[in-house]
């Protein structure tokens, strides 16, 4: 049988914020994710490479090996990026059922990524969105921004993207740049509304496309992978914004 998939409902550059701010979501293709960003697409494509060598993730309590990833954390307001000490990942069990409450300590991102400029300015971005939608009118935030660059392989036969299944991260905005997906079938995303019956279901195929969600909103989720070809995976890097700290300041110090 046939996979059927559904086709992103894409919105503009000029409309990210409106469309975020009505709908709980927005979704942009990956030229207009540039133009936003304010970069070339080949800038962010010259990021893809560093997806080939990311550690395992070793804290899957579903024993599975089909997860690496890298993580760090940053501060941005005002359009100035500062990357923090490295600090554990950490969430409450309300948010992450699976994982939470207890301190994930990954490998950081590299050196070489976070030097670059595009890298910059795609956390401004991403900081002025969150600025636009959850604090309008105020002076800009200091937004607590903790990034996670994801593999999700089909070594095993199927792979994993939320083994915690559909949730809310415990943050303001969650971004979810599809980076690569090559010889895997599967993979949908699925966004609903928290307090409500609305949803959708489309899948990112394009690299560098992006789902934003207003996290106090929507809840999401990604479908598992399984191969067509071998060697399959999944490249995804998710940013999200916080306000008020990073969660478990208070825990981890």
């Known amino acids: 049988m046939a996979q059927v998939t559904f086709s992103p409902p894409f919105t503009t550059p000029s409309g990210t914020a409106a469309q975020l701010h ?90 070489g990524t976070v030097a670059q400029p595009a890298w910059s300015q795609l956390l401004v971005a991403l900081a002025g969105v969150s600025d636009a939608v959850f604090a309008p009118g105020q002076v800009p935030q200091a937004w607590s921004v903790e990034a996670h660059q994801f593999r999700i392989d089909t070594e095993g036969g199927i792979g994993r993207p939320t083994p915690e299944g559909a949730h ?13 997906r090559e010889g895997i079938k599967g993979g949908e995303t699925r966004v609903f509304e928290a307090n409500g019956p609305g949803g959708q279901r489309f899948t990112l195929t394009e690299p560098w496309s992006l789902l934003l969600l207003d996290d106090a909103r929507m809840i999401h989720e990604s479908t598992p992978i399984q191969p067509v070809a071998p060697g399959g995976y999944r490249d995804t890097l998710v940013v999200t914004c916080r306000r008020g700290g990073f969660q478990g300041a208070d825990v981890v110090g």
């Not at 709980?24 to 970069?39: K, M």
């Not at 809310?168 to 690569?180: I, K, T, Y």
């Open 168 to 180: 809310r991260d415990g943050v303001d905005l969650v971004a979810v740049f599809l980076v690569a």
């Open 22 to 111: 009505s709908a709980g979501f927005a979704v942009l293709s990956p030229a207009d994710v540039a133009a936003w960003i304010g970069c070339p697409l080949s800038a962010l494509l010259a990021f893809n490479a560093d997806w080939q060598a990311l550690p395992p993730d070793e804290f899957l309590k579903d024993g599975g090996r089909y997860r690496r990833r890298r993580h760090s954390c940053f501060v941005v307001q005002q359009g100035q990026v500062q990357q923090v000490p490295h600090r554990a990942h950490w969430q409450p069990v309300e948010y992450n059922a699976l994982h939470g409450g207890m301190e994930r300590w990954f490998a950081p991102m590299e050196a």
